[in-house]
């Protein structure tokens, strides 16, 4: 039946479906025999003859008398057997329809699978040009890292013969990407990535390699399958972002270095300037000569006040600016803000003042340096431009469940600043008033500065304000390892009951918060008829010396007033010292120096009913409560700058001490080691830089001298510009005993150096 075995045709030779030249060849499949042939004339009679001789035998058995059932048996036979023959015939031809349909089924099959085997190899090709299209390198590895199968890319950068590629390893081609280890294959497939350089013809070209390296479930075989993505032009972008920000970096730290130095060689003269304007000052001098020092000073002071903001500036845009985190009192630095920008409140005629909430912690850990900058330039600004009224610094804590922090808050009674001023105020370079016909010059960085160092410290900044009515800046940090103040302080003043007369709004608003928070009562009067109303009851009375009288007038008038059993404390500002004496002859059971500083007014007020005689008495300037009073105190200067020498020198002689100057720290050395017992200097002033050997190699010289020698330490005070944290701790740390920050100002100089020798 099956005599042609082959059932489909070339379609190649009968010109259907040709391919282009380049296409992959068509096979032709041949299918094999589906059964052997089956034999049709041949067979076909056998059945048919065999029955006829039965039914021919029947009928002879019959006409010779046989039995009948002989006859019928035979008959019976001979269908039986007719019946048999049709129905293998009829299973035959079955049979042969079956396997005919069989085999075109069968035919069918394979025709299609050889169209789908066809497809895939032509969808393969197409693939692999897709790849080749898009420049990605292909490679396929076995599990020793031989290669398998890479792509025509792959070939033209570093073999142009694809097909020698194979059986090779990548380190062979000079191809830097090793094989995934097995004992990676925790989850049987491990996907990894990493920058390849190739080196080609036409130099090395970078490649982002990403290989998919898969264990088989079923029979372990390993294989890694890499695709690699051209990334040259990112790495060299990335190259030249790297060397222009590290010639950024250079760039900026020679600035910074260039800043550093100059601002420490323009701080060395302008040291001298202040200095000897200072001393001028305290001379004879003529109306008009005295105003030319003034000028002077005023001058140097905000030249000098320009380059710490440049310097600090400098630091911070380098990235330079660390905290340093210690444990620092509040108190104490809020005090000493304001003392120090006293003088130049008072020159104003405007007030100053602090009020510090009880319970603000008694220490915290924070940058001290940095705290004290911050306020420096808050309030510093606020003092600039007020003209009337006054600065109040508030300091106090503020706690929910979740956070504990310390709100410092600044308010004046300036000029207050417009909505648009305030978005910008924080930014570098930028004033309230920025036109050329402004009243206040500055170089407008100390609120930027500001910002940055809140901001570092872990803190915030703002700023509320209304034109014409003043201003309020507001910044706080965190209240981190806090030391909690002890809990009478907020009653301790409960039985006193204070009458302030000042017209000084801002100092009396300040003393009198004070009071109230530790449990107090008080009343503010501008003058001695508004006091009087408050008489009665009270027990504590403070009064503005600016409003009294060298005769006592003004105390008088307050007696008879109703204020007959009052405690008067006077309010006196630095100027007003020389009249103490006349003070206390007129009544007057002590004094407060203004700005009032809260500790000292508690003390104050808790011993309000002592004897005048047993109350605080001041110290005149220019002498010592210290050993040798009336010799004055030795003291040894170790400076190689001959003005800071001089300015020194000049001021430690007029207020009555002997001095000796030395040009370097190895004679400052060899002066304090030869001085010997009987000739001990009282106190050392050490520059930091010095050729020959610098104040910190000559501190620690002096300090093993006297531990060999088993005699007490002289105290030793560093002369220096560099005002940093940093720099007072690794003083102190190399033993020194305390920092004296240049410019010098002479009555700071004095009273540092005699409270280091009466320590």
């Given amino acids: 039946m099956f005599a042609d075995s082959d059932f489909r045709q070339d379609k190649k030779a009968a010109g259907d479906d040709e391919p282009g030249a380049d296409a992959p060849k068509r096979h032709v499949l041949v299918a094999p025999p589906l059964a052997p042939e089956l034999p049709t004339a041949s067979h076909e009679g056998l059945p048919f003859l065999t029955i006829v001789a039965i039914v021919v035998l029947a009928g002879l058995t019959h006409l010779t008398g046989a039995p009948t059932f002989i006859t019928i048996g035979l008959l019976a036979t001979s269908l039986g057997g007719l019946v048999m023959h049709l129905r293998n015939q009829r299973i035959e031809r079955r049979t042969v329809a079956l396997l ?44 020793d890292g031989y290669i398998v199968y890479a792509n025509k890319v792959f070939a033209s950068l570093v073999d142009p013969d694809q097909r020698d590629l194979a059986g090779k390893t990548l380190s062979e081609l000079g191809i830097d990407v090793g094989v995934v280890p097995d004992a990676a294959f925790s989850d049987h497939e491990c996907l990894s990535s990493t920058d390849v350089a190739i080196r080609t013809p036409n130099g090395p070209r970078w490649f982002s390699w990403i290989e998919l390296s898969v264990r088989d479930r079923d029979t372990g075989a390993v294989s890694h399958r890499a695709i690699a993505r051209d990334i040259t032009a990112r790495k060299r972008a990335e190259s030249s972002l790297i060397t222009a920000r590290e010639r950024a970096e250079y760039a900026s730290q020679a600035k910074s270095r260039f800043l550093a130095t100059v601002s420490h060689e323009i701080r060395t003269p302008m040291n001298g300037i202040m200095g000897m304007a200072k001393l001028l000052a305290d001379t004879d001098l003529s109306p008009e000569q005295r105003t030319y020092v003034g000028a002077v000073s005023t001058s140097a002071s905000s030249l000098l006040a320009l380059i710490e903001d440049l310097l600090d500036y400098s630091k911070i845009e380098a990235g330079r600016f660390d905290p340093e985190p210690q444990p620092t009192s509040l108190r104490e630095i809020a005090d000493n803000i304001i003392e120090l920008l006293a003088a130049k409140a008072f020159s104003k005629n405007i007030g100053l003042g602090c009020h510090v909430e009880p319970d603000v912690p008694q220490m915290i850990t924070a940058d001290p340096g940095r705290v004290r900058q911050v306020l420096l330039n808050l309030i510093g600004n606020a003092v600039k431009f007020t003209d009337a009224g006054g600065v109040l610094l508030t300091v106090a804590r503020a706690r929910t469940e979740s956070t504990d922090r310390i709100c410092f808050t600044i308010a004046d009674t300036g000029p207050g600043l417009r909505e648009e001023d305030m978005e910008r105020i924080f930014e570098e370079f930028e004033q309230s008033d920025g036109t050329s016909t402004r009243v206040h010059g500055g170089a407008g960085l100390g609120l930027a500065i500001s910002k940055r160092l809140v901001i570092a410290m872990g803190g915030t900044i703002s700023v509320s304000s209304r034109l014409g009515e003043g201003s ?15 809990q009478y302080r907020q009653s301790i003043l409960s039985d006193r009951r204070a009458v302030i007369v000042s017209r000084n709004v801002v100092e009396a608003d300040a003393i009198a918060r004070t009071i109230r928070a530790h449990g107090g009562a008080v009343e503010i009067a501008a003058t001695p008829d508004q006091a009087a109303a408050f008489a009665a009851g009270c027990n504590v009375l403070l009064v503005d010396a600016a409003l009294e009288n060298g005769d006592g007038r003004l105390l008088k008038r307050l007696r008879q007033g109703g204020f007959v059993d009052c405690e008067a404390v006077t309010l006196i500002a630095p100027a007003d010292r020389g009249m103490l004496g006349e003070f206390r002859a007129n009544g007057y059971a002590t004094f407060l120096a203004r700005p009032v500083r809260g500790e000292t007014l508690l003390r104050v007020l808790l011993t ?16 010592a409560s210290v050993r040798r009073r009336d010799q004055g105190l030795s003291v040894l200067i170790a400076e190689d700058n001959d003005i800071n020498a001089m300015l020194a020198r000049a001021t430690l002689l007029k207020a009555g001490h002997r001095v ?54 002289i105290p030793i005070m560093v002369l220096s510009a560099d005002s940093q944290e940093k720099t007072r701790h690794t003083v102190l740390a190399h033993g020194a005993s305390g920092f004296v920050t240049k410019p010098l100002d002479p009555d700071a100089l004095v009273q540092a150096v005699e409270s280091q020798a009466a320590a």
């Avoid at 309000?608 to 002498?623: K, L, N």
């Avoid at 000796?660 to 002066?671: D, F, R």
Wanted: aromatic letters at 4%; zero cysteines.
């Fill in 660 to 713: 000796k100057i030395v040009g370097n720290g190895k004679a400052a050395v060899e002066a304090v080691t030869d001085a010997g017992l009987k000739h001990r200097f009282d106190v050392v002033l050490m520059d930091l830089h010095m050729p020959v050997m610098d104040g910190l190699d000559a501190i620690a010289a002096i300090r093993r001298h006297e531990e060999a020698l088993a005699v007490p330490p």
């Fill in 472 to 486: 309020e800046f507001v910044f706080d940090i965190p209240a981190t390892a806090a030391t909690e103040p002890p």
């Fill in 100 to 143: 005919d349909e069989t085999a075109a089924r069968s035919r069918a099959e394979i025709e299609t699978l050889a169209d789908r085997m066809w497809e895939m190899q032509e969808s393969e090709e197409r693939f692999r040009g897709l790849i080749d299209a898009l420049g990605d390198l292909v490679v396929h590895r076995d599990r």
């Fill in 608 to 623: 309000s009913h002592v004897p005048a005689p047993a109350a605080p008495r001041p110290q005149p300037r220019g002498t």
